[in-house]
């Protein structure tokens, strides 16, 4: 799957936490179709599709959908590695969530988009991109993510004055009672963004253990394990990581994409060549794969999933996704329900 990535470390701290909800971990794992031999490494990367697979199992063995804001309670510096290390050792929390924001693929990746920390608005916000179309098992991912900022937040500086609002995309759930136990600020739903609204002063808040020596020393390191990626990284994965962020609902241009990329549409095209690769093949691999996490993992209608990727029409769609799979949808998603039985 094309969707990104995240470390063993983070899917080994979920099943943890499903573990003491009473979850069967070898069920969760089967139904995931994950190799426990992947996570015996907590470096190791997994696809982002195994974390909404486990989740989702998680959800319905344990019947808590709150499981995201359970275990964004749970996060600690040291797990997030020579990142949350670094963030440690920071002298403010401007700088420590700057570290979090700018060395993020260290710990996880999505097509999707990245996190950033933006100083220029009325007051400071940590946002996450969005991951909509959501449901279930994709709220518990935002979920998630915004719990871990604010107890990493109160972890850093010992305050939990500092986050003044949550904004989250989707609209209110069932389970919004969870919230109020989670956050000690208001929350609201159906918002244009995710993100944590912090207060004026909160960026200039000093960080507990600032270690001006020791954070240079972690720093650097993070910057080797940046620009090792970096360099392993194709150009038709840059190209994918770009069209993720862009395939909503229209069908971007190898210019759209170059001009994201800061080059010319000619030299992409050079470099994809080199590669062996093309861009009408990558939009169609990029396709491919989103539409079967929808179909896997959402009850999104064939129509919305065509809108979504960009078709013309959803028959367009459902021509190409015969042509991928050998099936049509409603074949498709006939066959994971008979599998789910």
């Known amino acids: 799957m094309k969707i990104g990535t995240t470390t063993a470390l983070y899917i080994n701290q979920l099943l943890k936490l499903a573990h003491s909800l009473g979850s069967d971990i070898d069920q969760l794992l ?19 599709t195994f974390l909404m697979r486990l989740g989702r199992g998680a959800i319905r063995q344990t019947g808590r959908q709150e499981i995201g804001l359970l275990m964004g309670h749970h996060s600690t510096l040291s797990g997030s590695g020579y990142v949350g290390l670094a963030a440690m050792t920071s002298a403010t929390l401007q700088q420590a969530l700057t570290v979090l924001t700018q060395f993020e693929h260290l710990n996880s ?10 100083s220029d608005e009325p007051k400071p916000v940590l946002s996450f991109y969005s991951i909509a179309p959501y449901n279930a098992y994709t709220c518990f991912v935002v979920d998630g993510v915004l719990t871990a900022w604010v107890k990493l937040i109160y972890l850093l500086t010992g305050r939990s ?7 989250i995309e989707f609209d209110t759930p069932s389970y919004v009672d969870a919230y109020r136990e989670a956050f000690s600020c208001p929350v609201r739903f159906g918002c244009e963004r995710n993100a944590l609204v912090l207060t004026s002063e909160a960026l200039q808040t000093p960080v507990l ?41 229209q069908t971007p241009s190898i210019d759209e994409v170059a001009l994201k990329l800061g080059m010319p549409s000619w030299t992409l095209r050079r470099k994809l060549k080199e590669e ?26 064939f129509g ?13 769609f459902q021509r190409a996704f015969k042509r991928w799979s050998g099936q049509t949808p409603g074949e498709y998603r006939k066959s994971l329900s008979s599998k789910r039985k």
Request: hydrophobic residues 35%.
């Open 30 to 48: 089967a139904d995931a179709e994950l190799d426990p031999n992947e996570l015996e490494d907590d470096d190791n990367r997994v696809d982002l």
């Open 109 to 118: 990746q999505c097509y999707r988009g990245t996190s950033a920390l933006l």
């Open 161 to 167: 004055d500092l986050v003044e609002l949550i904004q």
């Open 209 to 249: 253990e600032s270690n001006a020596g020791l954070h240079q020393k972690l720093i650097r390191q993070c910057e080797r394990q940046l620009n090792e990626i970096a360099l392993a990284d194709s150009y038709r994965n840059k190209v994918l990581k770009v069209l993720g962020t862009m395939l909503h609902g």
């Open 276 to 301: 062996d690769s093309a861009y009408q093949l990558l939009v169609d691999e990029m396709r491919r794969d989103v539409a079967m996490s929808y179909m896997r993992n959402t009850d999104l209608t």
């Open 304 to 316: 919305e999933i065509s809108y979504l990727l960009g078709f013309s029409t959803p028959g367009a």
